[in-house]
């Protein structure tokens, strides 16, 4: 359907954090009280702990509020790559 964009992004990679993500994923992402870049605790409701979030260029962190609809699943994929690349995080 024109308009409408599927949560299904990069379910074909293997490894680390941001593979994988898809909406029911997402879901559980944003529940959990751990974040799955470092372990360290975090908010429900947030993709990342605050450390990790604020080590995220700032277009990366603004992707991150994307409805999960909209592209959540993108964004946090994106976003745990740069963490694994930048700051060596691993789940």
């Known amino acids: 359907m024109p308009g ?3 949560a299904s992004a990069l379910s ?3 490894a680390g954090i941001g593979a994988g993500v898809k909406a029911a994923e997402a879901l559980e992402i944003l529940g959990s009280s ?3 870049a470092c372990g360290a605790p975090k908010d429900a409701r947030f993709a990342f ?4 979030y604020y080590a995220l260029p700032a277009e990366l962190r603004r992707n991150l509020w994307k409805p999960l609809w909209k592209g959540f699943d993108e964004a946090y994929a994106e976003a745990a790559r740069f963490l694994e690349r930048k700051v060596g995080a691993k789940p």
């Open 49 to 52: 702990c605050r450390e990790c």
């Open 34 to 36: 751990v974040c799955r």
């Open 4 to 6: 409408m964009r599927q």
């Open 12 to 14: 074909d990679e293997s």
